[in-house]
């Protein structure tokens, strides 16, 4: 079942019963919703509850029977979010503020024993959802997201790796596009992290393996097949912790007739500590398969470069952030140069990423650089562009459709 769906109410549908088991929780997107208690065979409207309000939190969080029912009073839309996705998000919180959570709910359990003792408990106000409306966006995003990806509705793009001296491409770095029908183009930045919370990163993660090799097999079957290019794929953190997902990279190249040593995985540093033994496992895993493995955006994140030691590295991706002004900026110069010392130290390449002027590609030369990437070079091509790009139309244009 997928973590969050959309309900929708007619005025008078019952959303759930006192007592009813718990599996999820509900944001009410539109309409308005009483919660009513049943006592002795007497009905008791308590409160109600509209855009924004989340019903049913307190039995997932406390895994108890809901305590009150839930019924529409006027046409409604609810979004259901899985108890699942409710308690991992709880788990990943401060423990402080989890334990503020749990004191609160100890604390109002205390006052409704007390209240129902006497008779007359005073009403509960409406509680206030001050970001209500962040909290339906984010719901909207997850279920366009969770519906896009149950279509497929995303494409990948690639950008050349160049020789910075020579500019003659090497490879290129594969990176996913979510083209949404009414939100248009999403950037990965704002969809990753989602899809990972969401626990669906793995479906993407497969997706830009699958077309990148469809995409390297187009490329086999051009002209120029005597130059092998190497395709870099961005992974995260979450596929390296998965177990099982070196033997499914192992599964889809096999599947796809790919040479593992045209494969660079990227993974940032802060997902990239193997400190338990799934990572491990998938590591080595890639490591025997003869993939190579690059770190991205280096220097950017809390690098334990203790790690350098024992990780299986092949490359090291500079971050815009130094490599775009070390030709202006002494700092960003000095750490671009100990990179450059670091890799040749590691025997690992070094990637400077968003060359983007002649006076860059001047400085990183000049700092010992050797592969960039950048739109100085090449801004993202679609497939067919990029097959252009490398400098082969298709050898058979009967050879495309077949790969
Ligand atoms: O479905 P769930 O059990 O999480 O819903 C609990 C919600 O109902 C909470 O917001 C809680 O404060 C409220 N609630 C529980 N018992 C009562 C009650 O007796 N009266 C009122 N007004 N609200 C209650
Ligand atoms: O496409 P763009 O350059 O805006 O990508 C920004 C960042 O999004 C990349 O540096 C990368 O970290 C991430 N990204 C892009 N495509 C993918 C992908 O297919 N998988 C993962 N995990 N991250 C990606
Ligand atoms: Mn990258």
């Known amino acids: 079942m997928q973590p969050v769906g959309l309900v929708a109410l007619r005025a008078g549908d019952v959303l759930y019963e006192q007592g009813d088991h718990n599996t999820d929780a509900f944001v009410v997107a539109s309409g308005e919703v009483v919660m009513f208690r049943t006592e002795q065979g007497k009905r008791y409207d308590c409160e109600t509850r509209g855009r924004g309000a989340v019903l049913g939190g307190l039995s997932v969080l406390t895994n108890h029977p809901r305590y009150v029912g839930a019924q529409a009073v006027t046409d409604t839309i609810v979004f259901r979010v ?171 190249l096999s599947r796809h007739d790919i040479a593992p040593n045209l494969i660079k995985l990227e993974v940032t540093e802060t997902a990239f500590v193997p400190d338990n033994e799934d990572v491990l496992d998938n590591l080595h895993g890639i490591q025997g398969l003869g993939c190579g493995l690059s770190i991205d955006d280096f220097g950017t994140g809390y690098s334990n470069l203790a790690h350098l030691k024992t990780m299986p590295l092949s490359a090291l991706k500079i971050d815009r952030a130094f490599a775009g002004d070390a030709h202006c900026n002494r700092v960003s110069g000095s750490i671009v140069s100990m990179l450059v010392g670091l890799g040749t130290a590691l025997n690992v390449d070094i990637v400077a990423e968003g060359v983007e002027t002649e006076v860059d590609v001047k400085a990183l030369s000049d700092l010992g650089c050797s592969l960039a990437q950048g739109f100085y070079f090449h801004r993202p091509a679609n497939g067919q562009d990029l097959l252009g790009l490398l400098g082969a139309g298709p050898r058979n244009p009967e050879l495309e459709s077949v790969a």
Not at 97 to 112: G, H
Not at 193 to 205: C, F, K, N, P, Q
Not at 211 to 237: V, W
């Open 82 to 252: 899985a108890a699942s996705h409710i308690l991992n998000d709880f788990d990943a919180i401060s423990p402080l503020l989890r334990a503020c959570v749990e004191t609160s709910i100890a604390f109002n359990a205390r006052l409704s024993s007390v209240s129902s003792d006497t008779a007359a408990a005073p009403p509960a106000a409406t509680p206030k959802v001050k970001n209500a409306d962040d909290l339906i966006e984010r719901y909207k995003f997850e279920i366009d997201l969770l519906r896009s990806i149950a279509k497929s509705e995303f494409s990948m793009v690639y950008q050349p790796i160049v020789t910075l001296q020579t500019g003659d491409i090497v490879g290129f770095e594969a990176l996913m596009r979510w083209c949404h029908p009414e939100r248009g183009f999403v950037p990965p930045d704002q969809f990753i992290t989602v899809a990972e919370d969401l626990g669906v990163i793995g479906s993407l993660t497969e997706f830009a393996l699958v077309e990148t090799c469809k995409t390297l097999n187009k490329i086999k079957g051009t002209r120029q097949s005597d130059r092998d290019f190497f395709a870099s794929i961005n992974i995260s953190g979450h596929d390296v912790a998965r177990p099982g997902f070196a033997a499914q990279l192992t599964d889809i």
